[in-house]
């Protein structure tokens, strides 16, 4: 199974934030909604909690923020049946997502979700994401994408902001950052700027998606922390794997010392490896008129002690 914990790579060593306590817990969450800069205004549709999933229990029964919904997917075809999920839940973590690249586990069901318009003209014709899932936990931040991908360099990023933990974080501008080691490093060092400075990512996440096989290449699918000079590190606290057309990752919180009342704000963007630089096709979540400059973030909430 393709994973961020494959053997690092000798030039980058990601610091180890201590061993892992992982647990089956059932602890309520928050959806993402949105959050506008400058101010830091937060849309007033608030989000009410969820309850740890259940088999017996609905999945989400509070608003859900504007933009996004609760659609379990075309795709979630259900390789695995039911005895299945049940022997390797420990393996999905708090969270119960197994990560194998497919959509199909029963904790995404409860998961926000957004998506994007397809390209319809151009090279990119025919790009979309058609489903952005979101899960957090005290310990654990999941992630999972699919969609249509047909360029193979289409690469997929995630900026996280983590409140109050993990440093100051990047500065983004337009310049862009310096590491250009690989297809993710590079497409996260492309030109972005903020509109105001308060949204500093410290965590980067991306995936060269398009029509690839699976891989457990870091220069093409994991985490990182981001460097504003340097090279951006491995981050090895993560589990991922992406199928053809689909993309899943487990960020072990906990494990980097983020603590469960942090929030985070985070944007996805999607980019091309052979096109630095440049934000092709210019698809964004949250949605945004020109994807090198940020305006909106989505929100998630940490949990009150």
Partial sequence: MPTDRS??????????????????????????RYEALPDAHRIPRDVGPIDAWRPDAAPFDAPLPD?????????DVGARGDAARAEDAWSGGSLGVVVDGVLDDRAWARASSSETPEVTVGRYAGTRIERLVVLRDA???????EGSFPIATTTLVLYADVEGALGDGVLLQLTGLADRTGAVDAVLSNGLMAVESSFRPQLGFGAVIGGRA???????LGWR????????AVVTHARSACSTWACETVLELSSLGVPSSSAIRFIVR????????LWVPFQTIPSEDDPEFVTTTAFIPGFAG
Avoid: Q
């Fill in 225 to 232: 922390t981001l460097s504003p000079f340097g090279e951006h």
């Fill in 139 to 145: 310990d654990e931040l999941a992630l999972g994408v």
């Fill in 67 to 75: 933009g996004w919904g609760l659609d379990v997917g075309s795709r």
């Fill in 214 to 220: 699976p891989t457990s290449d870091p220069d093409a």
């Fill in 7 to 32: 053997e690092p790579r000798l030039r980058r060593r990601a610091r180890s934030a201590g061993a892992i306590a992982l647990g089956l817990v059932a602890i309520a969450c928050e959806g993402p």
């Fill in 270 to 277: 999607v980019g091309d490896a052979a096109a630095l630089d």
